[in-house]
């Protein structure tokens, strides 16, 4: 069984910064974040492979955020700059047993999931 605790969310202003942070226990392939406004799908945001360390992002996010892993705290962490009103959103963090590539940014592939943590961007 995985835990997953996230802290990090809040209100910024377009072109601000949060840090997303999100507190693991068990064994997991990849974790992840995925994103969710009102009526819209959840959305992968990015991906970490926890052995090889590989990471991936979505194209919306690419260059302005980035996703790591302290494996001595096992937490991982999200830092989101430049952000702007299109990322508000509830994002959660998620953990996969199995990871397929191919799936990585597939909601239906992760076991486990936070309680997810708000980002409200104002313009």
């Known amino acids: 069984q995985v835990q997953l605790v996230e802290s990090g969310g809040g209100s910024v202003h377009s072109g601000g910064s949060l840090r997303l942070s999100c507190a693991a226990s068990g064994y997991t392939t990849c974790m992840a974040w995925f994103r969710q406004a009102p009526g819209k799908e959840r959305e992968g945001v990015a991906v970490?492979?926890?052995?090889?360390?590989?990471?991936y992002y979505a194209d919306s996010v690419k260059g302005r955020f980035t996703i790591s892993l302290d494996n001595a705290k096992n937490t991982l962490y999200l830092q989101m700059n430049s952000l702007n009103p299109e990322d508000t959103a509830m994002y959660y963090c998620?953990?996969?047993?199995?990871?397929?590539?191919?799936?990585?940014?597939?909601?239906?592939?992760?076991?486990?999931w936070g309680q997810g943590t708000q980002v409200t961007v104002s313009s």
């Open positions: 970490k492979y926890t052995g090889a360390g590989n990471t």
């Open positions: 998620a953990a996969a047993v199995y990871c397929s590539f191919s799936r990585r940014f597939d909601p239906a592939q992760y076991n486990y």
